[in-house]
């Protein structure tokens, strides 16, 4: 079955410690993208990817960083300079791009930061 | 930057009640997206609607394209308890590189 596959579910770190979270896919969708949510806010953007080798910063980019080696996975990193790291973190891919081309999500990692 | 206002903010309904929800925009958008989010789980797209006018079904939902394209519905039928989640409405602005904006949810709770 393809899909879009985050590790771990859930993720715990102390302040200061950056962290990586993972999104693979196997849809051979071009475009992945990057999401955090927090109650009452919807869905913000972090990061997305139109292309391998290739990613742009979303709404919210600030103390993270990306990196798009292989159409398949595009891991984030939460760095210590993120304020407020706690939050649930959902991937999504799509065919190609924002157009037309509806996102599919993964079921997300929830980190926790003390 | 540009806003969805999606509404009400949160629902509860006895289980069998019909569900009527949207979202509204000041800008124009050309494709509107509906999503279901469980529990610690990520968003499920329900239907995806392209054209002013556009009525779209998918089993108990329905979803419509505002005419003026600034709006759109999405009506549950029937609710059970299964449709309890979170509902977002997303959109796309009328450039094709406009990023997805997505609205702040709808909370569906069903009362016993």
């Known amino acids: 079955d393809g899909g879009i596959t985050q590790s771990p579910k859930y993720l715990f770190r102390k302040e200061g410690q950056n962290v990586t979270l993972s999104c693979e896919q196997n849809?051979?969708?071009?475009?992945m993208y990057w999401y955090r949510q927090d109650p009452g806010q919807g869905l913000r953007l972090i990061y997305y990817?139109?292309?391998?080798?290739?990613?742009q910063k979303g709404d919210i980019a600030e103390g993270y960083s990306v990196s798009r080696e292989k159409k398949e996975s595009f891991p984030l990193t939460v760095t210590s300079a993120q304020k407020n790291p706690t939050a649930f973190y959902l991937c999504?891919?799509?065919?190609?791009?924002?157009?037309?081309?509806?996102?599919?999500f993964g079921n997300g990692t929830r980190l926790t930061v003390t | 930057g540009q806003q969805l206002n999606q509404s009400p903010q949160s629902m509860f309904i006895q289980e069998g009640e019909d569900v009527s929800m949207n979202c509204t925009s000041s800008?124009?958008?050309?494709?509107w997206l509906w999503y279901k989010q469980d529990p610690g789980e990520g968003p499920v797209l329900l239907i995806a609607l392209y054209k002013a006018g556009e009525l779209t079904s998918n089993g108990r939902l329905t979803a419509q394209f505002g005419i003026t394209r600034k709006d759109s519905f999405l009506n549950i039928s029937a609710s059970i308890p299964s449709d309890v989640g979170i509902y977002f409405c997303?959109?796309?602005?009328?450039?094709?590189?406009?990023?997805?904006?997505f609205g702040k949810g709808t909370r569906l709770h069903i009362l016993p």
């Open positions: 800008s124009i958008f050309n494709t």
């Open positions: 999504a891919s799509s065919v190609q791009g924002w157009s037309n081309s509806p996102l599919h």
């Open positions: 849809l051979n969708h071009d475009a």
């Open positions: 990817s139109q292309i391998v080798n290739d990613f």
């Open positions: 997303a959109g796309q602005l009328t450039n094709r590189d406009d990023k997805i904006i």
